[in-house]
């Protein structure tokens, strides 16, 4: 497994503001992913953050709303841009300890508030 | 395409019921992976098992056990003896052996255990 943290764990933003998100983990990953959890809801995958080029976006999400960086094998950061209340939802990073067997470790969460 | 589907969305029994999580799959692909999380009112995702499609073996944890027929493209979870502790949102997940490790999640199930 891996430890996973988030920062900052919950956030009240107003409307037309950004938030970046940090995801660190505890030993070197290759596979970090980015997902969003809208209130009452099941989990679905914004992107997969790839170390050393741009991150790869799931269908429904765009490199301008939701920037990501990825910067070395333990951090990653997501960025939701010009907030809307739509935005409120959990937004939760994963990890792929080791890409063969499949499994995913998350993060404890970031619960965003647009107001 | 793959897709998850849990069909209950809610549960709610009393303490030291037996209670069974459903949880049916679709897939085209022949190797498999499936998962079975818990997000408790805290929000974070617990990992609880992984099941290759190779593996029809049951398996048991403690109070928990898993039932996977490949037949009925089922993977189903099953609580003893449930406890308030246990009052959470379980999801159901799917990785195809050729998507990436990106996971396909079910619309998740909330159980209730009432004291």
């Known amino acids: 497994s891996a430890v996973i943290s988030q920062k900052p764990s919950r956030d009240i933003c107003q409307r037309g503001t950004s938030l970046t998100i940090q995801c660190q983990v505890d030993?070197?990953?290759?596979?970090m992913f980015w997902y969003r959890q809208q209130p009452g809801q099941s989990l679905t995958l914004i992107a997969t953050?790839?170390?050393?080029?741009?991150?790869?976006?799931e269908s429904g999400f765009v490199i301008d709303k939701f920037p990501i960086s990825r910067p070395n094998l333990t951090f990653s950061t997501l960025t939701v841009s010009n907030m809307s209340p739509e935005d409120s939802s959990i937004y939760l990073c994963s990890v792929a300890v080791d890409s063969s067997r499949g499994e995913q470790f998350f993060g404890p969460g970031t619960r965003l508030t647009v107001l | 395409a793959q897709k998850v589907t849990q069909a209950q969305t809610e549960i709610s029994v009393v303490e030291k019921e037996d209670v069974t999580l459903d949880c049916v799959y679709e897939?085209?692909?022949?190797?498999?992976?499936l998962f079975w999380y818990k997000q408790p009112p805290s929000g974070e995702l617990v990992f609880l098992i992984r099941?290759?499609?190779?593996?029809?073996q049951n398996e048991i944890s403690g109070r928990y056990s898993w039932n996977f027929q490949k037949s009925t493209s089922s993977f189903n979870f099953t609580i003893t003896a449930s406890q308030v502790v246990d009052s959470a949102v379980y999801f159901c997940a799917l990785s195809e052996n050729n998507a990436g490790n990106m996971l396909t999640f079910g619309g998740g199930t909330r159980l209730m255990v009432k004291p």
């Open positions: 030993s070197q990953v290759t596979m």
């Open positions: 897939t085209r692909d022949t190797t498999y992976y």
């Open positions: 953050a790839n170390q050393g080029s741009e991150a790869t976006y």
């Open positions: 099941r290759n499609s190779f593996d029809e």
